[in-house]
């Protein structure tokens, strides 16, 4: 039976000066400014330690210290974060990236899955790879009894699933963020894939948590630690059904496994994890393409609404951003890489499927029905199952971002302060039009230049707008804000998969008002009292009992 | 009107490693495409199909390769081939260029031997011999022209843009003939779900060389005349000069002075 108690486990204090350390605020922003930044850009970022334990035991013993002088801890890993989770205001920075390795594998006799020990820092990337080619060694079974590596080697191919564009994310860091991307729309978020990890949490003590043990009773859990008892009362709101990564999860039984995913870090750091691989099945990559935006929708929603064909992922991009691609296309071709894309287009969309020459024909004759009625055909589309035409199809997705960028670099050095707003907002499958509708009459008429792509499978289309001046930034800036309420107001999140970070706490109100913020505030100091961990992710840097 | 291309299913070059122990390669986790270079041809050829209609012009794909080479051929059959025809049979095994050229060569006379044009990648990326096609236009006595990044047809010859080290040359040269294709400046075509679909309803056949009559004799590895001793990757290249970019009027000038005093410039 789950219960609601657990016990942490505590360890033996290492000298501090053992830890490998970097101190001083200049020498951290003048020798490592890299740790000072990540992906959100956000500037600023300063601290007066930086250090790289290699053990949960020494991550133990600088909490102590940096809570005798007062400091608090910024978790880095990857720093691919785009909320600025990773950007340190102050106190000391925690870089995991010594602890990058594979611990084991092992088999769940109970779940009937594999799954994969590691440690935080290491990449989504290199986690494939060593899956992938299954480079493990005999003594990593878990346990090492069972020989599971021999068993493995007989296996079909496995990997793990969770895709959230940037692989070079590591498993850690994208258990915080509860990463998703674009392949949740068939296999979930993070959350989905995790079944064991370890914390070390405020106290300098770890939790082992084993998802299906530890549930919520009357509403609580309790902590039991080497300074005392924590009772953690979970929050009642009630989280959306959109795909959302925005504040702390909550459910009424919920597994104390989901507190710490995706809680950005606030309650301690992740310092091992347990992750359930998956056979690997053969892709094939497709964009279909239309001249109304209308029959594009249209299209999705018969796509992910069908009975045979179960897509990977539905990625859409509206005219601005097939402008944008043109234009692209006649002055650098190679940059793009893909045959040049008709005027009349306005609409794409792009999914995968799985490959299997079995399955092809039936597939393909099921999307010609749908795109007919939809006021297009297959001839109106690219399709490609080799790896290195799907690796094609997949620079192409991500080439409109790193276009948009350019242009917001561009316009940086004429307006400093300008930066790109990019909305990240889901909502529920039947608002997707009216959304839809709402985006683009609100952005018409205030007169701003925008594109839009993203993961309309899970109605959650990144909305960018790019201000050509300040005056553009305000009114984007109020528009963003209007797009939040309209999104929680259709059952959505303010924040679908980049979570809150150090920027979004505004919105955070919007979904969840006072009162949940409030609760959020609650459990963080039931469980790091003193404030350790990633203060200013979630809730504002000044934020207090 | 026929066209012939001739195309082999390579490893995926650039994640190939060379073992600098056993100098062989480390092909593991590595997926095999169609040869690029074979695919510039096959675009050529689809080009030629599109603006000249009234040729009625007919692609067909001939691969020699272990069986699995079927899916580089499946490829050829969605990006506008009509046809395709794989030479496979252990006894095709361990063939040089030469050995190769022969079984195509007689795959080409058995399969389809009123052709009009060949038209093939200007080498593999897996070997770089660029030896194949050459050799096949020898053993069929046909005109070749390597080095192609252009073809039009005018009546009863082929009129071939071709890259030299300086520049480009056109040439011409009467029908049948052979023309081997460079990459040019061309983005490669990705099929459409339709043409996907299509494919799988094209004729694919493999063929082996008692199908084709052909002498034991002259192909496989007892007919080939080269074989490979060693692979290995070329050693790195170390030292050189390394100048101080700080001032670049006096970095260039000190460029300048290099370039003259080993004579790379003739100022």
């Known amino acids: 039976m789950p219960e609601n108690i657990i016990e942490a486990q505590q360890f033996e204090q290492i000298p501090f000066e053992k830890i490998r350390a970097v101190k001083g605020e200049m020498v951290i922003s003048e020798d490592f400014p890299s740790y000072l930044v990540d992906e959100s850009k956000i500037s600023g970022g300063y601290a007066e330690y930086l250090f790289f334990p290699n053990t949960e035991e020494e991550i133990a013993s600088l909490i102590c210290k940096m809570r005798e002088e007062e400091l608090m801890i910024t978790i880095s890993a990857a720093r691919t974060g785009i909320v600025g989770s990773a950007v340190p205001f102050g106190g000391a920075v925690l870089s995991l990236e010594r602890m990058d390795s594979v611990i084991g594998l092992g088999y769940d006799d109970e779940a009937e899955r594999w799954f994969l020990r590691v440690q935080p820092a290491i990449s989504l990337n290199e986690i494939n790879h060593i899956v992938k080619l299954r480079k493990l060694e005999l003594h990593q079974s878990i346990p090492e009894e069972k020989n599971w590596i021999e068993k493995f080697e007989t296996e079909k191919t496995h990997y793990y699933p969770v895709d959230p564009t940037e692989m070079t994310a590591s498993i850690g860091g994208t258990i915080g963020a509860n990463a998703s991307g674009a392949r949740s729309f068939k296999y979930g978020s993070t959350r989905e894939w995790i079944r064991r990890i370890r914390v070390d949490i405020g106290t300098g003590d770890v939790l082992v948590i084993h998802r299906g043990k530890y549930k919520a009773k009357d509403g609580k859990f309790v902590i039991k630690t080497s300074e005392g008892d924590l009772t953690i009362k979970i929050p009642t709101y009630k989280m959306p059904k959109a795909k959302n990564a925005a504040g702390l999860y909550t459910k009424p039984d919920m597994d104390l496994i989901d507190l710490f995913i995706g809680s950005e870090g606030v309650f301690g750091a992740i310092t091992e994890a347990d992750i359930w691989l998956k056979e690997f099945t053969p892709q094939m990559s497709n964009v279909v393409f239309f001249k109304d935006e209308i029959d594009a929708l249209e299209f999705v929603i018969k796509l992910r609404t069908s009975e045979k064909i179960q897509p990977e992922f539905i990625e859409f991009f509206e005219n601005n951003a097939l402008s944008l691609l043109r234009d692209k296309q006649k002055e650098d071709p190679k940059f793009v890489n893909m045959p040049a894309i008709a005027e009349d287009i306005t609409t794409a969309i792009s999914f995968d499927l799985p490959y299997s020459e079995e399955t092809l024909s039936e597939y393909f004759i099921e999307i010609s029905k749908m795109l007919e009625e939809c ?32 242009i917001i670099a561009e316009r940086k050095k004429q307006f400093s302060e300008i930066h790109k707003l990019g909305t990240d907002m889901s909502v529920e499958d039947i608002h997707l039009k009216e959304m839809m509708e709402f985006y683009r009459v609100s ?12 993961h309309i499978g899970d109605n959650h289309v990144h909305v960018n707008i790019l201000p050509r001046n300040m005056d553009d930034l305000k009114l984007g800036k109020e528009l963003y804000k209007k797009f939040a309420d309209k999104a929680v107001q259709f059952g959505g999140s303010v924040s679908a998969e980049h979570g809150i970070g150090k920027i979004k706490h505004e919105y955070l109100q919007i979904m969840y008002g006072e009162e949940g913020v409030l609760q959020m505030r609650e459990i ?4 790091d009292p003193n404030c350790v961990f990633n203060c200013g992710n979630i809730f504002g840097r000044g934020v207090k009992k | 009107m026929k066209i012939l291309i001739l195309v082999k299913q390579v490893p995926e070059a650039d994640k190939v490693a060379v073992d600098p122990e056993t100098g062989t390669l480390i092909r593991e986790g590595v997926a095999s495409i169609l040869n690029p270079y074979c695919e510039y041809a096959l675009d050529q050829a689809a080009k030629l199909k599109r603006d000249n209609p009234e040729l009625h012009i007919e692609v067909t794909a001939i691969s020699m390769g272990p069986p699995q080479a079927t899916s580089a051929l499946l490829r050829c059959l969605e990006l506008g081939a009509d046809k395709a025809y794989l030479l496979s049979d252990r006894k ?11 079984a195509i060569k007689e795959g080409i006379v058995g399969l389809e031997p009123e052709f009009d044009l060949i038209l093939a990648g200007k080498q593999a990326i897996d070997g770089d011999t660029a030896q194949v096609p050459a050799e096949t236009a020898e053993q069929l006595g046909i005109p070749q022209i390597t080095y192609g990044v252009d073809v039009k047809i005018n009546d009863k010859r082929v009129e071939v843009k071709r890259e030299t080290e300086t520049g480009y040359q056109v040439l011409s040269t009467k029908m049948p003939a052979l023309i081997t294709m460079s990459k040019g400046s061309n983005i490669r075509r990705v099929p459409s779900m339709q043409e996907v679909l299509d494919a799988r309803k094209k004729p694919l056949d493999v063929v082996s060389a008692d199908d084709l009559n052909i002498d034991e004799s002259k192909i496989g590895l007892s007919a080939s005349p080269t074989q490979v001793d060693k692979v290995f990757a070329p050693p790195s290249k170390s030292g050189g000069e390394i100048i101080d970019g700080t001032d670049p009027k006096a970095a260039a000038k000190k460029l300048l002075e290099y370039l003259k005093e080993n004579s790379f410039l003739r100022v």
């Open chain 2, 92 to 102: 095709f095994a361990g063939s040089d260029v030469w050995a190769t050229s022969t």
């Open chain 1, 375 to 406: 006021n297009s055909s297959l001839n109106n589309t690219w399709s490609a199952y080799e790896d290195r035409e799907i690796a094609r199809f997949k620079h192409f997705r991500h080439a409109v971002p790193e276009i948009v960028n350019n």
């Open chain 1, 443 to 454: 952005l018409k008429e205030a007169g701003l230049e925008y594109v839009m792509w993203g």
């Open chain 1, 524 to 527: 963080k100091f039931s469980l």
